[in-house]
């Protein structure tokens, strides 16, 4: 048992030994304690922001339809950082809006550079991809069913929360034969405590605060507003309006 835990502790070490020799640094291990957590050690050696973040499943990339694809704004890696587990990362990412599924680059070395590994999901708190944040919200605190919402607007009294995802449909490619099309959906929800409502247009804010439409209305008008999905500016500029108001639900 011990013998298998030095090899697991030499395979853990072979990936950094260039940088290590570089650096000419040496780590004592002679009172390490095997039975313990290795990678608790590592981390506190080495530190949270060297660390590569190597844990998940392979995952395998889907056929590429001809024109569109699967993922949020572009399907080319995108640097970006996560907090999985607690601890922040700094990562090449995908984020895959069809299936609702993070993805990150294993920079290990130069071999496994093309390889896609898919996180456990749960353990992902929050990531930000192409300059949107996303957080992970499960059961009563999710608009709708449990997955990963983009904060689009975060104020004392309100929250604008999206649903960013895309729907699969066939046409008739090259040659005849089918050729996968993703869409864009996008489910956008005004939410204050637990209570959410979906944005259609502005009768979302009129339920929301029912007692106050008129108001809503007047400003709406005032500020020439048209909202509905898509019109980002417009839907923040209403909600940060309403929120300042510190209305009653």
Same mark, same amino acid.
């Given at each position: 048992?011990?013998?298998?835990?030095?090899?697991?502790?030499?395979? *853990?070490? =072979?990936?950094?030994?260039?940088?290590?020799?570089?650096?000419?640094?040496?780590? !004592?291990?002679? &009172?390490?304690?095997?039975?313990?957590?290795? &990678? =608790?050690?590592?981390?506190?050696? =080495?530190?949270?922001? +060297?660390? /590569? $973040?190597?844990?998940?499943?392979?995952?395998?990339?889907?056929?590429?339809?001809?024109?569109?694809?699967?993922?949020?704004?572009?399907?080319?890696?995108?640097?970006?950082? $996560?907090?999985?587990?607690?601890?922040? *990362?700094?990562?090449?990412?995908?984020?895959?809006?069809?299936?609702?599924?993070?993805?990150?680059?294993?920079?290990?070395?130069?071999?496994?550079?093309?390889? /896609?590994?898919?996180?456990?999901?749960?353990?992902?708190?929050?990531?930000?991809?192409?300059?949107?944040?996303? =957080?992970? $919200?499960?059961?009563?605190?999710?608009?709708?069913?449990?997955?990963?919402?983009?904060?689009?607007?975060?104020?004392?009294?309100? !929250?604008?929360?999206?649903?960013?995802? %895309?729907?699969?449909?066939?046409?008739?490619?090259?040659?005849?034969?089918?050729?996968?099309?993703?869409?864009?959906?996008?489910?956008?929800?005004?939410?204050?405590?637990? %209570?959410?409502? +979906?944005?259609?247009?502005?009768?979302?804010?009129?339920?929301? *605060?029912?007692?106050?439409?008129?108001?809503?209305?007047?400003?709406? +008008?005032?500020?020439?507003?048209?909202?509905? /999905?898509?019109?980002?500016?417009?839907?923040?500029?209403?909600?940060? *309006?309403?929120?300042?108001? &510190?209305?009653?639900?």
């Amino acid at each position: 048992m011990l013998m298998s835990r030095i090899t697991l502790l030499t395979l *853990f070490f =072979v990936p950094y030994l260039p940088t290590c020799v570089q650096g000419q640094t040496q780590y !004592k291990i002679g &009172n390490l304690d095997l039975d313990g957590k290795i &990678n =608790v050690w590592y981390d506190s050696l =080495v530190g949270l922001e +060297r660390t /590569p $973040l190597i844990e998940g499943s392979f995952y395998p990339f889907r056929t590429k339809a001809l024109k569109t694809h699967e993922y949020f704004v572009q399907d080319k890696w995108d640097l970006g950082t $996560l907090i999985y587990k607690g601890q922040v *990362f700094e990562v090449n990412m995908l984020y895959n809006i069809f299936q609702d599924i993070l993805i990150v680059q294993n920079t290990t070395n130069a071999q496994t550079m093309v390889e /896609p590994l898919k996180l456990s999901q749960n353990l992902i708190s929050r990531f930000e991809i192409n300059s949107a944040l996303f =957080v992970r $919200l499960v059961g009563d605190e999710a608009p709708d069913k449990t997955g990963f919402y983009q904060v689009l607007g975060n104020y004392p009294q309100l !929250k604008v929360f999206v649903k960013r995802m %895309k729907s699969q449909s066939f046409e008739n490619g090259r040659e005849g034969y089918p050729s996968v099309v993703f869409s864009t959906i996008d489910y956008y929800y005004l939410m204050r405590a637990k %209570k959410s409502v +979906r944005i259609k247009n502005k009768k979302a804010f009129f339920q929301m *605060f029912d007692s106050h439409k008129e108001e809503i209305k007047e400003y709406i +008008r005032s500020n020439n507003l048209l909202i509905k /999905p898509g019109n980002d500016v417009d839907i923040l500029i209403l909600t940060k *309006f309403c929120s300042e108001k &510190n209305w009653e639900v």
